[in-house]
C-alpha cells in the first residue's frame, strides 16, 4: 500500500511539472533572460553561491517500505590565487538513514571540500581540481568512516536553447577506520537545461553512482523544471524540482526513484 501511494505521488510530480513546462514553452524572450537563465545554472559561474538541495528517495533497491533523505548545504566561493582563477565548493549532508531491523537515524555526513581551477573559453569553459573528504559524520550509517581524496572535473558549454556540459568526479579512502570499508568511487552528472520562458527551465542533472570498491552502481535519469528569479540587483534565487527514475542499478539499497529538489541563491559581490 505505501509503494502504491509513492508511485501515486511521482505520477502527480511528473504531471504537475508537465503542467508548467506547457505553460511556459516559448524560449525566453530576450538575450538577457537567456543568459541569466545560464548563468543561474552554470557550476562555473563564478559568484558567491549557497544552494539548499535535498534528495528525497522514497523506495530503496531490496529493502521494503525504508526510505532515504540527504539535505545538502552547498556552497561556492570564487577566488585567484596567483592570478588563475578557482572556485572552492563545499557540501555538507545532514542524512536520514534506515537502520537495522528497523528505525533511523539522522546526523550530519561526511564534507566533501573541493578546489575549482577554472579555464573559462569562448564556446566551452573548463574545470578541473583535487577533493577532500573528511569524516564528519555523527554515526556509521551516514558516512564512510575514511579519509577520502581524490579529483574533479567538469565542462559546461552554453548552448542557443540553454546548457550543456557534465561533472566527472573519484574519490578514494586513504586513512580513517580500518574496520570500514574502503572507499574507490566514481560519479558522472550530465547536465542537461533547456530555457523556455519567464525564468522558466527544464532540467536533467542526475548523478550516476559507480562503487568501484564492491562493483556496484546506479544510473539514474531525471526530468525536472526550474524557474530563475532576480530577487534584487545582487541576488538570484534559483528553485527547482526533478524527479529522477534509476534505470540501470546493481547493489542493495541503491534509490529506485528519487526527487531531487532545492534553491540556489548567487550573489554578485562587488559588482
Not at 111 to 122: A, N, Q, R, S
Not at 159 to 168: A, M, N, S
Request: contains cysteine.
Amino acid at each position: 500500500m505505501a509503494r502504491q501511494r509513492r508511485k501515486q505521488l511521482l505520477k502527480r510530480i511528473l504531471a504537475s511539472l508537465s503542467c508548467l513546462a506547457a505553460a511556459a514553452w516559448s524560449g525566453p524572450s530576450t538575450a538577457q533572460e537567456h543568459e541569466d537563465i545560464n548563468a543561474a545554472n552554470n557550476p562555473l559561474t563564478p559568484k558567491v553561491t549557497i544552494n539548499f538541495h535535498d534528495y528525497y528517495v522514497p523506495e530503496l533497491e531490496g529493502l521494503e517500505d525504508r526510505y532515504d533523505n540527504q539535505f545538502l548545504l552547498r556552497g561556492l566561493i570564487p577566488h585567484d590565487l596567483f592570478g588563475y582563477p578557482q572556485l572552492v565548493r563545499f557540501t555538507l549532508p545532514i542524512a536520514t538513514a534506515p537502520e537495522f531491523p528497523d528505525g533511523y537515524e539522522t546526523g550530519l555526513g561526511d564534507l566533501t571540500l573541493m578546489d575549482i581551477f577554472v579555464f573559462p573559453g569562448e564556446k566551452i569553459s573548463f574545470g578541473a581540481g583535487p577533493l577532500v573528504v573528511l569524516p564528519t559524520a555523527t554515526d556509521d550509517l551516514l558516512g564512510a568512516g575514511k579519509w577520502q581524496a581524490g579529483a574533479v572535473g567538469l565542462a559546461i558549454a552554453p548552448q542557443p536553447w540553454g546548457l550543456l556540459g557534465g561533472l566527472v568526479t573519484y574519490q578514494a579512502s586513504f586513512a580513517g577506520d580500518d574496520d570500514r570499508e574502503d572507499v574507490s568511487l566514481l560519479t558522472f552528472q550530465p547536465i542537461v537545461n533547456f530555457n523556455l520562458s519567464d525564468g522558466f527551465y527544464l532540467r536533467s542533472s542526475a548523478t550516476w553512482n559507480f562503487n568501484l570498491e564492491n562493483d556496484t552502481y546506479y544510473i539514474p535519469v531525471g526530468l525536472g523544471v526550474g524557474k530563475v528569479f532576480q530577487v534584487s540587483d545582487k541576488v538570484t534565487m534559483n528553485a527547482f524540482i526533478e524527479p529522477q527514475y534509476t534505470v540501470a542499478s546493481d547493489g542493495i539499497g541503491n534509490p529506485e526513484w528519487q526527487i531531487f529538489a532545492g534553491v540556489n541563491f548567487q550573489f554578485a559581490l562587488g559588482e
